[in-house]
């Protein structure tokens, strides 16, 4: 099963009250926001740009992005963040939690490559990375227990490596009257570091002028948990 399409129905119960990587957008908020693979818009409700515009593939997520969100400053696009054109400029690009890091290396220049164009002289792209060193395989990584209305859900996973990247195994649990329910889907995650960042943004046009290691802006180091970038474009 498409992990998006289980996303869409139970990811606003696990994660759509999830602020901490707020705080890192707000440093560089800007009246035009664009955020790619943006889901179901989680980021964008708690910016509350001027004007937004939220990106994804899948109809699922923007359907649930366009009821949480009914506000005429932000709008919600089914595109592929590798091509689209949007045929306007943005002061602030997110890519948020892991997106980047579901593609191989030639797709992620393609996303940052489609990004800059879309970036003003004095914008700013934010990309939140986790760290690849925090990834242990095998072990299995519980998300979340939530209750609501009487059933229980639970989300957890499990990562196993794929000669050059992570499968990521998706276990839902829905128990209802005792009863448990399960759905699973798979998404294969690629390890991206400091390096690889760095020379795919170059390729695209883009200069990493900071990192930071967490939410708190705390400065990047190996053992960080993150990996939060902080891009403009290369001729500016």
């Not at 290396?105 to 004095?122: D, P, V």
């Not at 609501?148 to 839902?172: A, C, M, Q």
Request: aromatic letters at 14%; glycine letters at 6%; hydrophobic letters at 40%.
């Amino acid at each position: 099963m498409n992990l998006y399409d289980i996303e869409s129905e139970y990811y606003d119960l696990f994660y759509f009250s999830y602020k901490k990587d707020i705080n890192i957008y707000r440093e560089f908020l800007c009246p035009k926001v664009l955020e790619l693979f943006t889901g179901t818009g989680r980021i964008l409700y708690y910016l509350n740009p001027e004007y937004g515009v939220g990106i994804d593939i899948n109809e699922n997520m923007l359907k649930r992005a366009r009821e949480n969100i009914n506000e005429k400053g932000i709008k919600f696009v089914k595109a592929d963040a590798r091509y689209f054109d949007l045929k306007e400029q943005f002061c602030l690009i997110i890519i948020g939690l892991n997106s980047l890091m579901m593609f191989p290396r030639e797709e992620r220049i393609k996303i940052l490559s489609s990004a800059a164009k879309h970036l003003t002289k004095e914008g700013r792209i934010v990309v939140d990375l986790l760290n690849p060193y925090m990834m242990v395989e095998g072990i299995v990584h519980h998300g979340d227990t939530v209750e609501y209305e009487g059933v229980y859900y639970s989300r957890f996973f499990v990562p196993r490596w794929k000669e050059d990247h992570w499968e990521i195994l998706y276990f839902y649990d829905i128990v209802r009257d005792e009863v448990v329910r399960r759905k699973h889907a798979s998404l294969d995650l690629y390890p991206v570091y400091v390096e690889h960042l760095e020379d795919e943004a170059k390729t695209a046009g883009l200069v990493i002028e900071r990192m930071y290691g967490d939410y708190d802006l705390s400065e990047y180091e190996d053992e960080s948990n993150r990996i939060i970038a902080i891009m403009r474009r290369a001729d500016d």
